[in-house]
């Protein structure tokens, strides 16, 4: 009886010994797959937060030099505009002594309304979109002053090739009046557009 009482104690320290072993096991294998994961959680939400600041970066950047290039934008606007405006001026100035425009300088002068509508077609590309209207309406406001000018030297033209005594006062009065207002237009368009670029260029990014 001893014996078998000796037996059953010993089984049941095994048993117990065994419990204890696979407990420990079982808990260092619980605690390993938490670190585990818990690394990977760290892992991903690190990689996120790079992410993050990559697009932030990026997105930055993208938005800085879209800045730059509107400003180049602007600027190129403002040249081709002064240059416009200057010949636009002597060519006022010679219909008014009732002196017609060549060819030649007919064409120059569409060079240039060219290369100013082409600078701001070009805002479209860039934006913003308050830019862009701007600079709509100021290309819009050159083509008509453009339009009147070549319309008074065809009626110009005319009058000296086809009548002996023109009226050529008449002539200048209608075509100075309509000159005027739209050159007072025009000038209000530009001064809108340096406005609105100053306003979005200085705007924080």
Known sequence: MTIFLAMDQGWAAILAGGVGLLSAVGGALVGGLAAVRGARIGAETNAAAVLAQGRLQATGALEQWARQERQKACLQVM???????????????????????????????????????????????????????????????????????????????EALAEQPNPDLA????????????????????????????????????
């Open 79 to 157: 040249d081709c505009y002064s240059q416009f405006s200057r010949e636009c001026a002597r060519h006022r100035d010679q219909l008014k002594e009732s002196r017609a425009l060549d060819d030649s300088t007919l064409d120059s002068f569409a060079a240039t309304l060219t290369t100013l509508n082409g600078v701001c077609s070009h805002l479209a590309l860039l934006g913003p979109t308050p830019i862009q209207i701007a600079g709509a309406t100021l290309r819009a406001k050159a083509e008509s002053l453009s339009s009147t000018l070549r319309t008074w030297n065809e009626e110009l033209t």
């Open 170 to 205: 008449h002539i200048r009065t209608v075509w100075q009046d309509i000159l005027t207002d739209d050159g007072r237009a025009m000038k209000l368009a530009y001064h809108e557009f340096l406005h609105t670029g100053q306003t979005e260029l200085l705007r924080p990014l």
